[in-house]
């Protein structure tokens, strides 16, 4: 095989081959037969979620007594680099749905919303989002002035606005992020469950987006929005429990982003070996050839990275820092790898029909969420340096 | 109280479940290219991707549906070969097979009297209803293993089923011919081998990869027949010559003509 250079399939178990086979088939008939199209139209295949559902993929790593898979985190960052194999935006949903949505009722929830909630949130009849990112606050979230007041009765009333979220539109529960009571402190953050057709909650999809067209992504406005006593995340305080979900979420990316980086590079690879140009294919001249080696070592390199840390993730024993290493690499080597794949294509290389494109215009989405490429780099640097440089 | 009980006694004798056996092969998916071995009569097995076959795993799938129209019953599937074949079993049992018989050899010889005796001493007294097979292995091609089953079984044979149906004791089936279709009636216990365009092998849910792991396995040595029938030799097909481009457009018209006529003599 050559995208398994390093016999990457030697350390993989039987079962997380089978996964991955399992999820590769499924995206091979599902999704890439029409990805392309949805991606010109600007519209996410929400078709694929009941069988996204069915098939496990949601959630995968929560236990079994949720109506969840009960998988390994390898076995999880598999599926999610399958999905993005795919297209980055099939991978955001499930990433969302999963980590930034499940994982927090999980985590942080009381036991009457994991019951309500899991189950039918990984059967993909519950759609979740999460909303952190304020039009004000990006990569500050510290800052997000969304604001929780709680009342006599224990009841909240929610105020604010987020921007820049994934699934927003078609959700039916929002994970929202608030400082509470008034307190201007990130200490005061807390989660809570809103139901999407709660009085006051709208949702506006961002229009004009030329990445990860096929996925939602939507402005939230709360205004005065009456929410009871539990749906609060009793568990959750302070910044600490959303970068919780976005250690989760970035770890599943790291594995994703390889999943891009592979379509474009075994499709440009094909390409090369049939494509001839002054009387041999160009496959033969050693320009190419570099190029192929240069994203074939980088791929490589990636795998080792995302599967070493899921090991770690597996012995409960990584470090969010390492999973900024390998968010901030892996995705960094996509983007490369999609941008030298379409360039070798030439021509075709700007069609919808090729993954080259699209998957160079999603992984730039990628790049910018959960944590830009800087972040990554700053919390890299703090954890060498001992010095902080975010402000 | 009487009336349940009858109830109870009418459903069983009813819906007698059924027990279906599948016959699967472990074979390199195609869709490589093929290297033949230094012994010049096996293909060089590096780096290849392994399956179900694909008329046995659409095999697979028509039991499982059978089993599941009919609300009642079980799919068993049986492979031979060295013990990476468990791999294959275990895929159909994460497709929702209930259990799965691995018959030991070292290598799966080429004769397929070998394995068909193998595989009838493995099916006689099983109780099976119907046993299954594809209609070929995508490998070897052959087409002969089910046939040879169903006679030393003594079963009626129905080969290259493109529609199934089983009911009390008897079954229906459909094959393509050339220029049409056939219906065909069978009493049960059959031997029936599946042509392509019955059903679609469903992907293994990740909760049916997980409850794979702990269906049952029983391992036994293949008692394998007589091996009469062996591969000499291999070979790929002749590498086809490099195209030429003409060039573009119908100034080029007159000489692809004249080049088809002269050269390639095809027109
Ligand atoms: C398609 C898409 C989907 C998204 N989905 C979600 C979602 O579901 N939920 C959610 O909550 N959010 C979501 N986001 C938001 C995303 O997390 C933010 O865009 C991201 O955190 C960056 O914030 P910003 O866009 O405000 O950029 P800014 O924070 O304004 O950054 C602008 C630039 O400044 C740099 N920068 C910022 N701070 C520093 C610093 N201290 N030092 C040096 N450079 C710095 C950044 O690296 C960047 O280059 C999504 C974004 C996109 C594009």
Redesign the interface.
Known sequence: ?TNDFFNIDGSLS??ER??R??VR??VNDRVLPIIGQAYVDGRFPKELIPEMG????LG?NLP?EYGC???NNV?YGL?MQELERGDSGIRSFASVQGALVMYPIYAFGSEEQKRRLLPSMAKGETIGCFGLTEPDFGSNPSGMITMAREQADGSWILNGGKMWITNGSQAHVSVVWAKTNGDPDASSIRGFVVPTNSKGFSARDQKGKLSLRASDTSELVFQDIHLPADAILPKSGGLKSPLMCLTQARYGISWGAMGAAMACYEECLAYAKNR?MFDKPIAGFQIQQERLADMLTEIVKAQLVSLHLGRLKDAGTFTPQQVSLAKRNNVSMATDVAREARRLLGAVGILAEYGAMRHMANLESVYTYEGTHDVHSLILGQAVTGLNAFN | MGGTIFLVNFFTMGAAPVKIAVCIKRVPEMDGAFKIAASGTAVDETGLKWDISDFDGYAVEAALQMTEKLGAGEVHVISLGPDVVQETLRKALSMGCARATHLKCDVVPFDPFAIASALAAELQGGGYDLVMFGKMSIDSANGAVGLMVADLLGMPMVHGCSKLDIAAGAGTARREIEGGGELVRFSLPAVVSIDEGIARPRYPSLKGIMAAKKKPMDVKPAQLGPVRLTVQKMDLPAARAAGRILGEGAAVVPELVRLLQQEAKVI
Do not use: K, N, R, T
């Not at chain 1, 069915?54 to 993929?57: I, K, M, N, P, T």
């Open positions: 095989m039987e079962e089978a996964i086979d399992s088939a499924w069915a098939q496990g993929f995968a079994e898979a009960g998988l076995s599926i001839v």
